[in-house]
């Protein structure tokens, strides 16, 4: 059964740095895109970054909200993706939910970003507030 499981959020100050962490189980990530993403009190959910790879190569995408910000990476030892959050803002308050695309899809479709993710984690809560 897969399962993707998202921690690391919770209070910090505008400015300061946050890493969340999206830890899966049943899938093997090298397969599959994983993507961030986030829903603030009455917003839409909103795709924030994606990591995939493919014959060694890697791909990240970024939402423009959050580029040169947040970073996101993957850890082969725990096949786990991370979500470094650098410089955070009162807007980056949100749950936080990762998510996969189906075996061998990527973060991008024809040029835009994937819109068919599944698996998806209970969430973790980022509230940045000074």
């Known amino acids: 059964q897969v399962q993707l499981v998202e921690s690391g959020g919770g209070l910090v100050h505008p400015g300061e740095s946050l890493r969340l962490s999206c830890t899966a189980s049943?899938?093997?990530?090298?397969?599959?895109?994983i993507g961030w993403f986030r829903q603030a009190p009455g917003k839409g959910r909103e795709g924030v970054a994606c990591?995939?790879?493919?014959?060694?190569?890697?791909?990240?995408y970024y939402a423009d909200s959050v580029k040169g910000r947040f970073t996101v990476s993957r850890d082969n030892d725990t096949n786990t993706v991370n979500l470094q959050m650098d410089n955070v803002t009162a807007e980056d308050s949100a749950v936080y939910f990762c998510?996969?695309?189906?075996?061998?899809?990527?973060?991008?479709?024809?040029?835009?970003?994937?819109?068919?993710?599944?698996?998806w984690g209970q969430g973790t809560q980022v509230t940045v507030s000074s």
């Open positions: 990591f995939s790879s493919s014959e060694g190569s890697t791909f990240s």
């Open positions: 998510a996969r695309t189906t075996r061998g899809s990527g973060c991008l479709v024809r040029g835009k970003p994937n819109t068919d993710f599944r698996s």
């Open positions: 049943g899938l093997n990530t090298d397969h599959y895109a």
